[in-house]
C-alpha cells in the first residue's frame, strides 16, 4: 500500500456501519470503534498504524479512542495519533470522534496518577499537545478513586468542558454506585455525563453482574465495551497454538498463557463452531454479541494490521441471535 501519496476517505464509508445514539445524547457512536491502547506506541510501524487508521475510517470507523498512558512509551499512542491525524485526517476532524482519559499512572510524584483537578487538566493540556488537537470530543476519568472526593473529579470533567477543550465528559471503569453518583454531580453542574467505558466480553460479564449496564440504559448513559475479543481468546488464534507475534507470547501484564487452560480452549472450540453455524468468524461473532441488544453503543477493537479490521467491520452484518443461540453461548460459558 502506498502511504505517500494524498489520503481521500472511501466515498462509501457510511453506507455499511450502523451508528448508535450515545445514551440520550445527540452524539452517535460507530457500532465499532478503533482502539489505540496496543499496536500503537513507539515499538510498532508507523506505517502500518497509518494504514490500519485509514482502513478503519474507510469502514465508516469514525471513533479513535486513547488515554495518556497508551504506548509504550507513555504518551506515544498520542504523538503516533496527532502524526496521523495531521498527515491523513485534517480534512475529516468533524467527521471524527477524537477521545482521550487520564486516571492511571503518567509521570512520576503525587500529581501524576488518579483522579485530582491538578492531574486531570495537566493530562488533557497535555494530551491536546501531544493530538494536535484544540479539543477532544471526549475526556474520561479513566478509573475509580478511592481517596479524591468525587465531586472534584467531576468538576474538574465539567470545567474542560466548559473551557472548550473536551465536547462531552465520560468515565470508565466506574461500578453502578460510583457511575450513579457522577451521573447525579454532573447533572448538578450542567452538564451530561456521557458514557461508561468497561470491559465486556462473553467471557467477561461483570457489567452485567454489578448491574452498570442495565443502569446506564435506563438513565440515558451510554455503555462502549473495551476488551470485547477478550484479550484475542475471543478469536480463536490460540486454538493452534502460541503465535509468536500473539499478545500473551509479547504482554504478559494483561494476559499470559496461564489463561489457555483445556477448559478455555474447549470453550473457545465450541464458540467458533457456533460461530461457523452463522456463517461468521469467531472474533465476528463475540463482536455481534455485544451489540445484540442495543445496549452498547459501540464495541473497541484493536488491530495490528489492516485486514484485522477489515475481518473485524463484517461483525456489523449480523448482530441478531436466536434464543437457543444466546442459550448455546450461555451453556458454554458455565462449562469453565
Known sequence: MDLVKTYAAAQDRYE??????????GL???????????????NCSYEKMR??????FDLGITQFDLANNYGPAYGSAEINAGRILKEDFSAYRDELVITSKAGYDMWP???????SRKYLIASCDQSLKRLGLD???????????????????MGALADL?????????GISNYDEEHTAQAVKIMKDLGYPLLVNQRKYSIFDRTIEEDGVKEYCHENGVGVIAFCPLAQGLLTGKYLQGIPKDSRIATDSRFLNSSALTKETLEQIRLLADLAAERGQSLAQMALA???????VCSALIGAS?????????RAVENTSFTQEELDRIDAICRMA
Request: glycine share 10%; hydrophobic share 35%.
Open 161 to 169: 468542558i466548559r473551557s472548550g477543550k473536551a465536547l462531552y465528559a
Open 51 to 56: 494504514a490500519i487508521c485509514r482502513k478503519a
Open 109 to 115: 510524584g503525587p500529581y501524576g496518577d488518579w483522579g
Open 28 to 42: 452517535k457512536f460507530p457500532a465499532l470503534s478503533l482502539g489505540f491502547w496496543h499496536n500503537f506506541g513507539d
Open 305 to 313: 494490521r489492516p485486514e484485522q479490521v477489515e475481518e473485524n467491520a
Open 289 to 295: 454479541w455485544i451489540l445484540r441488544d442495543g445496549k
Open 16 to 25: 455499511k456501519m450502523p451508528y448508535n445514539r450515545v445514551g440520550r445524547s
Open 135 to 153: 479539543y477532544v470530543d471526549i475526556f474520561y476519568h479513566h478509573r475509580m478513586d478511592p481517596e479524591t472526593p468525587l465531586e472534584e473529579t
